[in-house]
């Protein structure tokens, strides 16, 4: 037991600016970030700690840790208008934070919205326009990181791979991006399929490292994909996975940045789907989920098993039919896995909107049930460019906070 002597021999902390600054870290690192931008602007003492490499891997790491108890978050593009906006994974779906235009302030006449390649991971996104006008004078390949809360980005060093302008005929190319844990760092992934007579299957891959802030480039000659679909990339696990086209068969290819190997996995055979069915993948844990879905209100979800050391297997996760006027394209998932899919109705100009035909729905993995997710998406948005709504509105992942940048001036 504690005597008079020994507490009066205790510093005391008359406020809070007297608290230690391992103390203070404490606790700011247990904050949201926007909590944590305003934290700085409260006293420069505050600023300084906060604004420290140390202090932002802390934030970072226990973002990592503490993900399934800490604020479950999900950034949301409009794939119409592209306006961003970070929401609570929850049934009200509220704003977490406002996120303006991708990379703000950032005077780049390329950079225009139909044309940005974007992917999210660990609070960064990647844009650029590589993938869509590698092949057109008068736009730069840039490639982007950008933290949306803190509003800062990094423009990258340049590519080492060859521009498609003069090598349009059987070339593609295509972009990846995402953080691998165990190494602490984000990589950007850059393949190119050149156009070579004498060696159809040559592609050249360029890896960029955040921690080295710098390119490597290697060669490999075993990828048979002709058609890379340059907008659907997922980065798990440490691999970049592409949807494409081998002759008229779907398949996928994946380039591990651990094992550097790439490879192509054929897709599942159980997917009856037609040939002109909408394909899509998603981030499914540290796994990767692919959805076939028609036009007749039916979806199957696929999950990858394997690594690229092994072989890769599908396992059969759901396959959903309804009834109800629903856009089956799989709009992203849910942090708990579960995908999500727009209720939709035809909505026209001038007119009443009806709430209860723009829900976003999500299926339970074990049940197959539909969880109301979200009343009325349809007020989030401007929609009145159009006259009608007949396609998916939204893009969905996962977010989780960082910050990342905050030390760049």
Not at 111 to 117: E, I, K, Q
Not at 182 to 191: C, L, P, Q, T
Not at 340 to 368: A, E
């Amino acid at each position: 037991m504690e005597t008079y002597m020994d507490l009066k021999m205790k510093p005391s902390y008359t406020s809070i600016d007297n608290l230690p600054e391992e103390v203070l870290t404490e606790m700011f690192i247990r904050l949201p970030v926007k909590y944590i931008l305003r934290c700085i602007c409260v006293q420069k003492s505050w600023y300084n700690l906060i604004k420290t490499p140390l202090f932002i891997t802390l934030h970072f790491n226990r973002q990592k840790v503490t993900t399934h108890n800490h604020l479950k978050l999900l950034f949301f593009r409009q794939n119409h208008t592209h306006e961003l906006s970070v929401r609570f994974d929850d049934v009200n779906c509220q704003e977490y934070c406002t996120v303006r235009d991708i990379i703000p302030n950032l005077h780049d006449p390329s950079l225009y919205y139909a044309y940005v390649w974007y992917a999210v991971s660990y609070g960064l996104i990647c844009a650029s326009n590589v993938v869509h006008h590698g092949d057109d004078e008068g736009y730069n390949r840039n490639i982007y990181l950008w933290n949306p809360l803190i509003q800062k980005y990094k423009t990258l060093p340049d590519s080492p791979l060859p521009s498609r302008l003069h090598d349009m005929v059987d070339s593609w190319e295509a972009l990846a991006f995402g953080f691998v844990p165990e190494v602490n760092d984000y990589f950007v992934v850059h393949i190119y399929k050149p156009h070579l007579p004498d060696n159809h299957h040559s592609v050249i891959i360029g890896v960029y490292s955040l921690n080295t802030n710098s390119w490597k480039k290697k060669n490999q000659d075993k990828c048979h994909m002709h058609l890379s679909n340059m907008h659907d990339t997922v980065f798990v696990n440490g691999a970049a996975f592409w949807l494409g086209l081998r002759g008229y068969t779907h398949i996928a290819m994946c380039f591990d940045t651990k094992t550097e190997i790439l490879r192509e996995i054929m897709l599942p055979e159980w997917i009856s789907r037609e040939i002109g069915d909408n394909r899509v993948i998603h981030p499914f844990g540290q796994s990767l989920a692919y959805f076939v879905d028609n036009y007749e209100n039916c979806f199957d979800m696929g999950v990858l098993k394997g690594d690229p050391i092994n072989e890769y297997s599908w396992e059969k996760k759901m396959s959903v039919c309804t009834k109800k006027s629903v856009k089956p394209g799989v709009l992203g998932l849910r942090n708990n896995g579960e995908p999500l899919v727009t209720q939709l109705g035809l909505v026209f100009k001038n007119r009443p909107v009806p709430y209860d035909f723009h829900k976003l729905i999500s299926y339970s993995l074990d049940s197959l049930e539909e969880n109301e997710f979200v009343e009325s998406w349809y007020h989030w948005n401007d929609f009145s460019y159009t006259e009608k709504i007949v396609a998916p509105p939204f893009h969905i992942t996962p977010f989780v906070e960082s910050l990342v940048f905050l030390d760049i001036d």
